[in-house]
């Protein structure tokens, strides 16, 4: 009798490290998986919810940088503009146009002045 219950724990321990008995689902049936169903369980959804939430920052995190990118070609852009018109706009180059462009014009010879009431 007490051979025939070790032949038993024999074939159970060889069932254990079998690849058939882990695919085939008998794992599932063992007395550590059933008792503690529901634990399993709840890692496994944590586990999901882990991973999603990894995903969701990941695809922030380069929404955020490619948002950085554009605002610094942006900023740039709007600088090289401003410096552009600031060239333009000075008083040398307005001079510079009205001479190029034959327009019969002719800097002020007085300073302007306010007039207050």
Known sequence: M???KQQIKGTKKQRRFSV???LGGGVL?????????KMIILIVCMIFFFIGNR?????????IDRLQQEL?????????????LTGHSRQSQIE???????IDLEGAKTPPYELYK
């Open 2 to 4: 007490n051979t025939e």
């Open 20 to 22: 058939w008995y882990i």
């Open 29 to 37: 049936k063992e007395d550590f998986i059933v008792r503690h169903t």
């Open 55 to 63: 995903y969701t920052c990941d695809q922030k995190l380069k929404e």
């Open 72 to 84: 610094r070609d942006v900023r740039f852009e709007a600088l090289s503009i401003s410096s552009e």
């Open 96 to 102: 510079l146009l009205i001479e190029e462009q034959g």
